[in-house]
């Protein structure tokens, strides 16, 4: 006769737990959708791809090539110089784009934003492809797009694939893989979450919704931007852009990528479900609660081999698959988790007490009041 003492023993019901907090990353990611190369059936439309651009020198020249390669061309190419200070105008000018330099935001806009409003005004296509400047696409990539949108008949977005070059941006990778959570997770069906590094929408779609007007004042406003697509009746659905199209997000030090995550993270969290939410706490609590025992254990001199060092590999491994799909992001940081992990932890600690307890971020050179705008 089984005795119950022994099934609902101390360890037994901490490998259960430890079980639960690993396989949720995998139902997390159980709706992932990607981005794979796509011919579309071109009608001729006129498109129109919109490029928000603030001290984008390096990057700028990567996409304005990419988009010259493409095999569907677009009809213009506009850029919008958000204030630089660096050759950014003079890049796009030199590529033949259209360059609208844009003033400092009114009261209630943030800079982005109106960037981007300002590039809708000034375009005249059918279908409107809102770009990162960090954004580098394959050959193929504007046909895929296109392909999708139609399949959709909506709007979509893509999280990019995160393209790393220098150490430091690797440790984005928990970024990027609880970012891709809350567009893969199960419970963010239908919600119209989307990622505003790429964006595509025909022209009378966004019209219909007044466009990034009507999300003037948020800082994440690809998320909000999706929702008022859907209350309007229009579906927008993300796809991860895997290598057809990536991103390169922080070359400029490790202080860029700190601003950057910090302005998003914490905003990004309270714009998910809560069920998402509270897996995305669970998943990341078992992830960090491997790397600060597997610490402790090493401090007190113990190498022996046990449940707590099984799940900590098992991290190891999670973390290359799910990495794979998002980033470049290789096998070291992945088996010394624990050092990102307390890179994520203090990041979103302190995204969290920038946004909500002192209303303010910074991201590039630029303060951001959160009170101001949302008053």
């Not at 022996?304 to 992001?329: A, V």
Request: glycine share 8%.
């Amino acid at each position: 006769m089984i005795e119950f003492s022994n099934i609902f023993n101390h360890n037994n019901i901490k490998i259960f737990l430890l079980t639960l907090q690993y396989l949720t990353g995998y139902f997390l990611f159980s709706t992932k959708k990607l981005l794979r190369n796509k011919k579309y059936n071109y009608k001729g439309e006129k498109i129109s791809c919109i490029i928000p651009a603030r001290n984008e020198e390096k990057n700028l020249p990567i996409l304005l090539e990419s988009l010259k390669k493409q095999s569907i061309k677009p009809y213009e190419i506009i850029v919008v110089d958000d204030n630089s200070s660096d050759r950014t105008g003079d890049i796009a000018l030199e590529y033949g784009a259209i360059l609208v330099k844009n003033g400092e935001p009114p009261e209630n806009w943030t800079g982005k934003v109106w960037a981007l409003w300002n590039g809708y005004l000034k375009s005249t296509g059918d279908i409107l492809i809102f770009l990162d400047a960090d954004v580098r696409l394959q050959k193929d990539a504007i046909s895929t797009l296109l392909y999708l949108r139609e399949k959709n008949k909506g709007v979509i977005s893509v999280f990019p694939y995160h393209y790393t070059e220098r150490f430091y941006e690797k440790f984005a990778i928990l970024f990027n893989i609880l970012g891709s959570f809350t567009f893969t997770s199960p419970f963010e069906k239908n919600k119209g979450d989307m990622c505003g590094a790429v964006i595509v929408a025909r022209r009378e779609d966004y019209e219909k919704v007044d466009g990034h007007r009507s999300v003037s004042s948020d800082v994440v406003e690809d998320f909000s931007l999706g929702r008022v697509f859907e209350e309007n009746g229009i579906p927008a659905d993300t796809y991860l852009g895997y290598k057809t199209i990536s991103f390169r997000m922080y070359p400029d030090g490790l202080k860029s990528l700190i601003e950057g995550f910090t302005k998003n993270t914490a905003k990004g969290a309270v714009s998910i479900s809560f069920a998402t939410f509270l897996l995305l706490i669970f998943w990341f609590s078992g992830l960090f609660g491997s790397g600060f025992k597997l610490v402790l254990q090493i401090l007190r001199r113990d190498f022996s081999f046990n449940t707590d060092i099984l799940f900590y590999l098992l991290y190891t491994f999670q973390l290359i698959f799910l990495g794979r799909y998002t980033g470049n992001f290789g096998f070291i940081l992945p088996l010394f988790h624990f050092l990102p992990s307390t890179f994520f932890l203090f990041v979103f600690i302190n995204s969290i007490y920038r946004y909500y307890i002192r209303g303010e971020v910074f991201w590039k050179g630029r303060e951001i009041f959160i009170k101001r705008i949302n008053r």
